[in-house]
């Protein structure tokens, strides 16, 4: 499998980090246009709860990001010697007056040579990228390297429907051959998928990455489930109605995957960390990095278990 950290080390030849900023953007399914309260699952920030300070410029919410990134990194100069994304995380980031969006982007990639800016990255729904939207987006291409993360979540439309994505899965479909015709195929489309969603079978998870690939998708972010404090997915939670991914059930998902995608499909997400402030379940996502170190050695014995169905003793 591609890593995100070794697509981006062949890409620019050093690490980067994304630098997460807000746009000041809302949802559809937010302000009454498709519906209301917004996906089941996503906190009062849109999913964004790392992001900047919207009231600041994006000029200012990058340098920061970066204060922050170069602070945890704590290196021996005080700086890192990798580079940066700009994304556009929190809400739906091309849902607005483009003009006003566009200026943004061009804002957050210019004067990449002082900043060390050398991508892009803008997270959006599917049924909010008009052909003018994409356009804009495409031409952005000439200039540095574009990333479009799409929030699917499931292609199961019944699912869909429970969680208030308010889109059909075709809208996505249709999406990303858009985004890969209007740019040539030079605009990376990231695909997000979340594993443990009310009523879904592990069969219909795997479909979802199954039609993911099938669509065209260059890249996927998994996640589990997440309950957050404030969401209507916690009222459900504290009535006892859904229940959580177990760390084994989820790693196991996973793996299945994995299996799935073929090689040139970059994974950029194993797994999420929801805002501790207001994580309520499942509390074993609460430490990544030990998240991270566990499921490696879950499959690393997954793949010694299969090394010795296949290879028996003579």
Not at 162 to 181: G, M, S
Not at 238 to 252: A, H, R, T, V, W
Request: proline share 2%.
């Amino acid at each position: 499998m591609i890593t995100v950290s070794d697509f981006y080390k062949d890409k620019f030849g050093c690490k980067v980090y994304k630098l997460s900023l807000d746009a000041s953007c809302t949802c559809p399914n937010r302000d009454g246009t498709k519906g209301s309260g917004g996906c089941i699952f996503c906190s009062a920030r849109g999913s964004g709860d790392f992001a900047a300070d919207r009231e600041k410029s994006i000029t200012e919410q990058l340098e920061e990001a970066k204060c922050r990134v170069e602070s945890k990194l704590k290196g021996k100069s005080g700086r890192t010697d990798g580079k940066y994304i700009a994304y556009f995380q929190n809400f739906t980031n091309t849902y607005g007056n483009a003009d006003r969006l566009e200026k943004l982007y061009r804002e957050a990639i210019a004067h990449s040579e002082k900043t060390g800016v050398v991508g892009l990255a803008i997270a959006t729904r599917p049924d909010c990228l008009s052909d003018d939207m994409i356009s804009r987006i495409a031409r952005l291409c000439e200039q540095t390297f574009v990333t479009v993360e799409l929030g699917l979540q499931t292609a199961n439309d019944n699912t869909a429907t429970l969680i208030n994505r308010c889109y059909q899965t075709i809208e996505y479909d249709a999406a990303v051959k858009k985004l890969h015709e209007a740019s040539c195929g030079k605009i990376h489309v990231v695909t997000h998928v979340i594993f443990g969603l009310p009523t879904e079978s592990e069969n219909n998870m795997l479909e979802t990455v199954r039609h993911v690939v099938k669509a065209g998708s260059d890249g996927i972010k998994f996640t589990v489930l997440h309950v957050l404090k404030g969401t209507k997915l916690f009222e459900l939670y504290q009535k006892g109605e859904i229940k959580c991914l177990s760390k084994d059930e989820y790693f196991d998902l996973l793996y299945k995957a994995i299996q799935i995608l073929p090689k040139n499909i970059v994974i950029h997400r194993l797994t999420g960390d929801g805002d501790k402030k207001i994580l309520v379940a499942p509390l074993w996502t609460a430490n990544k990095r030990q998240v991270r170190n566990e499921m490696s050695a879950y499959f690393r014995r997954l793949e010694a278990s299969q090394s010795n169905i296949e290879s028996p003793s003579s």
